[in-house]
């Protein structure tokens, strides 16, 4: 059985890490902290033992994995798993999925759907998070000036809509009702987040909706899986 601990921090990206354990049908121990002062409080970034003190952190026996996105996917040597059509030379086996996932449920072993699943998981910090963020930050610190933060914002939102165009129309080429088919996959557990977040907070979106990316958020929701997430870490937005 394995050992597996997740640090928690309320209101982050940790609940994509405990979705996956949910899908993957793992046992795991919480350890939670509320924010103090919006931030991880010290003594919940000593415990965990990562020197950076970021969250979600997953500890499997005396293995750490840090970020979201590395969770799911490991720098590591070559893993006879990996060694599928077209993924011969692959150096990354991801972690939680190649580990754990031996029926390939959230990473799928089809090379189309998994290269689709692979963006996704880069996406969702590396272009949703990134550009969002950079909003936040804007309104955060550019509150001496609103009028110039208010400015950069409206320049900014541009890459949030174009952003959110994109995976309202991937939705809509999917053959199911989430980003990968009819299933829950890895990009659904890295991208659920970043959507909602972008949504929530209203970052960039001027005031614009989006009717798939509703519907996708709501049927990630209300997933089992999902809500059993929810239920055992407390999260919340």
């Known amino acids: 059985m394995p050992d597996i601990t ?14 996956q354990l949910e899908e993957l049908g793992l046992d795991y121990k919480v350890e939670f902290s509320e924010r103090e002062n919006g931030k991880a409080p010290q003594h919940f970034k000593d415990n965990s033992g990562d020197a950076l003190g970021k969250f979600p952190l997953l500890k499997d026996g005396d293995l750490i994995v840090g970020e979201s996105g590395a969770i799911a996917e490991y720098v590591d ?26 029926e390939n449920k959230l990473l799928p072993r089809e090379e189309g759907m ?31 000036n609103p009028a110039a933060a208010e400015k950069i914002e ?12 994109f995976l309202e129309a991937e939705l809509g080429k999917s053959k199911g009702k989430f980003l990968v088919g009819d299933s829950v996959t890895v990009a659904d557990c890295m991208m659920l ?44 937005l």
């Open 6 to 19: 997740l640090y928690f921090l309320q209101a982050s990206r940790s609940i994509r890490t405990a979705w």
């Open 77 to 102: 040597a070559p893993s006879p798993r990996s060694l599928v059509a077209g993924f011969a030379d692959d150096r990354h086996h991801r972690y939680l999925c190649e580990k754990y996932d031996t």
């Open 114 to 144: 998994r290269v689709q699943c692979l963006r996704w998981i880069h996406a969702s910090e590396a272009t949703y998070a990134l550009h969002a963020l950079a909003i936040l930050y804007t309104r955060w610190f550019g509150a001496d």
């Open 154 to 165: 409206q320049g900014m939102s541009v890459n949030v809509c174009k952003d959110m165009d």
């Open 193 to 236: 987040f970043s959507a909602q977040f972008v949504l929530m907070r209203e970052l960039g979106t001027k005031g614009r909706k989006w009717e798939r990316i509703d519907k996708w958020i709501a049927d990630c929701e209300s997933t089992e899986s999902y809500k059993r997430a929810v239920e055992k870490t407390g999260h919340k």
